[in-house]
């Protein structure tokens, strides 16, 4: 079991109706999208500790989770950021490249600063539902959502095959640390290489074998919850 999913079925709110953690969850997601930035750090405060309390989480290993999508997060509003134009003029700042300039001006800066925090207090809301919901819970939810039944059967193969993925990850990584496969530069992109294709020849060969046990129990193509 992935820690994420052990922290979800341990915290405290565990008993509380999935659908109404789902309402929740979707009236703070909008809440962020329209509300100006002052507000969204005030949601972006309560919520994570709230996080924090509810699924005993460590304040430091909660803010190293929030690291995860910062670099996707800081890419997004750099490309917001700058610009590039034939006149300084039109810049609060700018850096002189070749006859242009490439800088950031107020509506820029003022586009990226909403877009940060927006961005920021969604995902923070994001890992309180994912945290506090057990996957079960999920498609419950989905479920109860009126969401396609291909939908749903989708996301719960997708989810079993995380774990799927995962275990052949290890399981090869493990024996290749053995014989110090990792060892050296030439030996780590050999052994690289060669976890890459074993990785990818036994997830199919795990694929294969699931289809063939839900054929021996006549598997119909619907997965009831």
Known sequence: MLLIDKIAYENRLLDLSPGIKGCLYLFLLISCFLSPPIVQVLISLIIGGVTIFVTKVRASRYFKWLLVPAPFLVISIL???????????????????????LGISEASLYLGTRLFFRSASCVICTYFFILTVPFHQILLIMKKAHFPALLIELTMLMYRF?????????????????RFGFKGLKNSYQSLGVLIKL????????????????????FDGDFPL
């Open 79 to 101: 490309t917001i950021l700058f610009s590039v134009s034939s006149q300084s003029k039109d810049f609060i700042f700018q850096i002189p490249v070749f006859h242009h300039f």
């Open 162 to 178: 995380i774990f799927i993925f995962i275990d052949e990850l290890l399981i090869i990584k493990r024996a290749q640390d053995m």
């Open 199 to 218: 990785l990818f020849f036994q997830t199919f060969d795990r694929f294969n074998k699931m289809i063939l046990s839900l054929e021996m129990k006549f």
